[in-house]
T-cell receptor, first 113, second 110 residues
């Protein structure tokens, strides 16, 4: 299993541009998550999904959108990028059973100039 | 998720045991205690978790206080590759994402 994969690894955007961060998992996990991590801080939850067609907001959802059309994929869309969205973005997945663990992707480092 | 308190940083020597403490005085009866670590420039990775009893796996041991208000992650023989930020997180199963604090930055001296 490849686990959780994310593309791209790095990206530089200009203010106002849009982009989609891709996330795919091959573990047949029901639950998927998007987090962001600012320098020196812990991760913060942006959005999550409990299954195909179902998504919900996390702690910091403003400026982002998600969709979940398949079990495997959970893309994160940034509309009108702002410097405050400069961060490292991590996707994660879990089966969702009681006490289950989350598996994280390698991250996408995004810079908005 | 309930709040946890960890030291900002700890330092240890290579090949010595490391005890990383975590306080969680407001833990509920259904909260699992999870530990994740994040190596430089990588995503977090699972280390260990437990509910009430002490737990061992190939990476570490987790010692849970009898009242569950604190726990300790034990690395039995630290290596340079164990230098990372260690996060202690409380969670139930299901949909909730993990609530990360700042964690403990573990420094390993050769």
């Amino acid at each position: 299993n490849a686990g959780v994969t994310q593309t791209p690894k790095f990206r530089i955007l200009k203010i106002g541009q849009s982009m989609t961060l891709q996330c795919t998992q091959d573990m047949n996990h029901n639950y998927m998550y998007w987090y962001r991590q600012d320098p020196g801080m812990g991760l913060k939850l942006i959005y999550y999904s409990v299954g195909a067609g179902i998504t919900d907001k996390g702690e910091v959802p403003n400026g982002y959108n998600v969709s979940r059309s398949t079990t495997e994929d959970f893309p994160l869309r940034l509309e009108l990028a702002a410097p405050s969205q400069t961060s490292v973005y991590f996707c994660a997945s879990t089966m969702g059973r009681w006490g289950d663990t989350q598996y994280f992707g390698p991250g996408t480092r995004l810079t908005v100039l | 998720d309930a709040k946890t308190t960890q030291p900002n940083s700890m330092e240890s020597n290579e090949e010595e045991p490391v005890h990383l403490p975590c306080n969680h005085s407001t833990i509920s009866g259904t909260d699992y205690i999870h530990w994740y670590r994040q190596l430089p420039s990588q995503g977090p990775e699972y280390v260990i978790h437990g509910l009430t009893s002490n737990v061992n796996n190939r990476m570490a041991s987790l010692a849970i206080a009898e009242d569950r208000k604190s726990s300790t992650l034990i690395l039995h023989r630290a290596t340079l590759r164990d230098a990372a930020v260690y996060y202690c997180i409380l969670r139930e199963g299901g949909a909730d994402g993990l609530t990360f604090g700042k964690g403990t930055h573990l420094i390993i001296q050769p």
